[in-house]
């Protein structure tokens, strides 16, 4: 590492330091700013989510990780902050309390670090590192590697307990064309459901979720989405689980294209509204056709296309 210090009493290092051990970038960095300094604080970004991808080591397992090599460097945490403003008030005010007034302070970081969205009273100095090491790399080679030992069990063990509980958004969709509904049936199941599946991250809505999920599992164009309501779903795969799911349901209208199942569905079958009753729908999608029915009532009613109330 070739870099012309900015001489001073407290070197501050600011990174998150994602991977299982620090390797030789990291190395690199911490001991040029250790052989200048009579004084290094590590900060270590800590997110507001727990064990994600980009994030997935706490600052506990961290913090044991820089003091197994450098026992004595000062480890804290600075939290994560929409602002950068007040990131930066933030982290001042912490390297305050461990400083005198007599003390100078220089922040260091690496390529693509903290330092632009720094705006704080300190220097700042880049480190132009001779060698770099992808984190998110590291982490997602280690995604690929099971390990047959009892650390690497008790490590997903760990991480399966300390994440918040999550709840999966579904979409689910009524499809209707001249008093009759469109539903499908997966294989190895006798009942009918409504065709839907996992809202995807990156969609902008959930509306081009539930078009999604139409053409992928029925390949038919639809129109008129319109939201009906939401529901707990009881799916039998998390019945034993603490994460949930929850679905967002719509009614549409079929436009053209002939129905064909597709994706996890082996069938899709028209069902006239006025003769489909819940003996014909999955258990775990009654909730949904009740909602449907309730929607639908007063029109369908008024048109005499209602004959049954269940």
Not at 17 to 44: M, T
Not at 161 to 181: H, M, S, Y
Request: aromatic share 10%; glycine share 6%.
């Amino acid at each position: 590492m070739k870099v012309k210090y900015e001489k001073g009493d407290v070197g501050v290092i600011v990174g998150r330091f994602q991977v299982p051990d620090l390797h030789e970038a990291h190395k690199e960095l911490i001991d040029g700013v250790c052989s200048e300094h009579q004084k290094v604080i590590i900060f270590l970004g800590l997110s507001p989510l727990l064990v994600t991808r980009n994030n997935p080591l706490d600052f506990e397992a961290r913090k044991q990780m820089l003091l197994n090599v450098y026992p004595k460097v000062n480890v804290l945490y600075i939290k994560d902050d929409p602002s950068d403003e007040i990131w930066s008030k933030k982290l001042d005010s912490q390297i305050s309390d461990l400083i005198t007034p007599n003390q100078t302070v220089t922040l260091y970081g690496g390529r693509a670090s903290f330092i632009d969205r720094y705006h704080g009273k300190f220097h700042t100095q880049e480190l132009l590192q001779s060698r770099y090491v992808s984190g998110s790399e590291i982490r997602k080679m280690i995604s690929k590697t099971v390990k047959s030992s009892s650390e690497f069990r008790a490590g997903v063990i760990w991480a399966a307990f300390n994440q918040f509980k999550k709840c999966f958004t579904c979409v689910d969709i009524a499809i209707i064309k001249e008093g009759q509904l469109l539903l499908a049936r997966k294989e190895n199941e006798e009942k009918y459901r409504f065709i839907g599946g996992f809202s995807e991250p990156n969609s902008p809505c959930f509306e081009d979720d539930a078009k999604r999920e139409v053409m992928e599992e029925s390949g038919i164009e639809v129109a008129d989405m319109e939201y009906v309501g939401s529901s707990f779903i009881n799916d039998w795969r998390y019945r034993g689980e603490e994460d949930k799911i929850k679905t967002v349901f719509y009614k549409c209208k079929y436009i053209f294209g002939t129905p064909k199942a597709n994706d996890d569905i082996c069938e899709v079958r028209w069902f006239d509204l006025k003769s489909l009753t819940l003996s014909n729908v999955n258990p775990n999608h009654h909730v949904l056709l009740k909602m449907l029915y309730k929607n639908l009532r007063m029109k369908l009613k008024e048109e005499g296309e209602i004959t049954n109330e269940e």
